[in-house]
């Protein structure tokens, strides 16, 4: 059973301070994990997919990482409108598989 | 959004009624799905289809059902709702229609909240 574990729960940051989100997956076969921003009312926003081992994304202020066993999402210098609540998700590479499986997210806020 | 939207936005039924939600792309996207989210659990896949009139199940399935009669509409369709069924309902699309990397990005709309009293 596939399985993502997003750390911290909340993060509270101030305006400026850098930090990093680990999402913590386990999967038979991975075909790719994916990152989403997820703003209150609205839907989940896409905004990386990683794919192998070593790979690196970037925008803005921030840069997505994959490991074996994790990702991170590392967010620079924060503003107050990053504030979200920010969702892992992978899909494992078994045949007919479409499901993703999602954590339950790390809501970060950014105090001005 | 993905060109994806949903309705209704919100909804209050009672336990017992038929209840059926309906997503609409504009884009002819082959793969759409429905997920549900709720605290504590994140977002689940309720079904997804491949094509009209190919659907199958998802991880949560049970007490839904799902249509596919064109390319355009994936209607999700409690048919008796409960009170567990109270959640936010998002549809989503991947824009592909063959498989290769890219293939696999899900693009979600903006989501239906329904109440079950």
């Known amino acids: 059973e596939d399985q993502v574990t997003q750390s911290p729960e909340a993060l509270r940051l101030q305006e400026g301070e850098s930090s990093s989100l680990n999402c913590s997956y386990t999967?038979?076969?991975?075909?790719?994990l994916f990152w989403y921003r997820q703003d209150p009312g609205k839907g989940p926003e896409f905004l990386f997919t990683?794919?192998?081992a070593g790979e690196e994304k970037e925008k803005e202020r921030l840069k997505a990482t994959l490991t074996k066993k994790e990702s991170f999402l590392h967010i620079t210098a924060p503003k107050p409108e990053d504030s979200a609540t920010y969702l892992c998700?992978?899909?494992?590479?078994?045949?007919?598989?479409?499901?993703?499986?999602f954590g339950k997210g790390t809501k970060l806020s950014v105090i001005p | 959004d993905a060109g994806i939207t949903q309705s209704p936005r919100h909804k209050v039924t009672e336990t017992g009624t038929p209840v059926t939600l309906r997503c609409h792309q504009t884009?002819?996207?082959?793969?759409m799905y429905w997920y549900r989210q709720d605290p504590g659990h994140g977002l689940r896949l309720i079904h997804y289809?491949?094509?009209?009139?190919?659907?199958d199940k998802g991880e949560v399935s049970d007490g839904y059902s799902v249509s596919r009669s064109k390319t355009e509409d994936f209607l999700l369709t409690l048919e008796s709702a409960t009170s567990s069924q109270t959640s936010v309902y998002f549809c989503?699309?991947?824009?592909?229609?063959?498989?290769?990397?890219?293939?696999?990005?899900?693009?979600f709309g903006p989501g239906t909240r329904l109440t079950v009293l």
């Open positions: 998700a992978v899909r494992n590479s078994g045949a007919g598989s479409y499901q993703l499986t």
């Open positions: 289809s491949y094509g009209v009139k190919d659907t």
């Open positions: 990683l794919y192998s």
């Open positions: 999967v038979s076969g991975l075909r790719g």
């Open positions: 884009e002819n996207h082959r793969y």
């Open positions: 989503a699309i991947t824009p592909y229609a063959s498989g290769g990397i890219g293939a696999d990005t899900q693009y």
